[in-house]
């Protein structure tokens, strides 16, 4: 399997324009997870689905944020309009149901607001 | 609720020299614990977990943690460091097949 896959790797748009990740879980995978890394933050949980729906998104920072996950290959995290203060590193990741196990994580997105 | 505490944003140790990374964790049930790296524009990548098999476990790149629960601690630890696990170190906390909670990291030097 090649991992969870994040697109894009790298992003820079202006203030106020909509940004859209995406994220493809690894097959089989039953949980999805959104993170946001910054350095004054750390890593935050955003939001994660099971069975492609949203179970918790009390991490999500305000209505600018959207995720979806339309099916069990896909998700998208949005925001709009964008603002500087939003850039930092997405990260998705996926696991699968069972006592224990670990998350895998893509390779990330890093997002510039500029 | 359940969390963890990384002691210490920043350790550095010198080349062959002992690695202790520290974590305690709090949960109201027993948890299930991991130690994930992140190496430089890298994702968070599995050292090793914990769940409730044996005390000790041991991971990749000779990293081995041990949990107590007496002390509530799950402290990560590495005979002799190498340069190349100059890196970020994530304590992470989980129930069941819940979501992960994530401490604050630690990043390691590596001198020479």
């Known amino acids: 399997d090649a991992g969870v896959i994040q697109s894009p790797r790298h992003e820079v748009t202006e203030m106020g324009q909509e940004v859209t990740l995406r994220c493809k879980p690894i097959?089989?995978?039953?949980?999805l997870f959104w993170y946001r890394q910054t350095m004054m933050r750390g890593l935050e949980l955003l939001i994660y689905?099971?069975?492609?729906?949203?179970?918790?998104d009390s991490g999500m920072p305000e209505d600018r944020f959207s995720a979806k996950m339309p099916n069990a290959s896909f998700s998208t995290l949005k925001i709009q309009p964008s603002e500087p203060r939003d850039s930092a590193v997405y990260f998705c990741?996926?696991?699968?149901?069972?006592?224990?196990?670990?998350?895998?994580f893509g390779q990330g997105t890093r997002l510039t607001v500029v | 609720a359940q969390s963890v505490t990384q002691l210490g944003s920043h350790v550095s140790v010198s080349e062959g020299a002992l690695v202790l990374l520290r974590c305690n964790y709090s949960?109201?049930?027993?948890?299930?614990l991991f130690w994930y790296v992140q190496y430089p524009n890298q994702g968070l990548q599995l050292l090793l977990k914990?769940?409730?098999?044996?005390?000790l476990v041991k991971g990749i790149n000779g990293f081995e943690a041990e949990f107590k629960k007496s002390e509530t601690s799950f402290h990560l630890t590495k005979p002799s460091a190498h340069m190349s696990d100059a890196a970020e170190y994530f304590c992470?906390?989980?129930?069941?097949?819940?979501?992960?909670?994530f401490g604050t990291g630690t990043r390691l030097q590596v001198f020479p």
């Open positions: 097959s089989g995978h039953d949980y």
């Open positions: 914990y769940t409730s098999a044996a005390t």
């Open positions: 689905f099971n069975n492609n729906v949203p179970i918790d």
């Open positions: 949960s109201s049930v027993p948890p299930y």
């Open positions: 990741a996926s696991r699968v149901t069972g006592s224990g196990t670990e998350a895998f």
């Open positions: 992470a906390v989980s129930r069941n097949t819940d979501k992960l909670i």
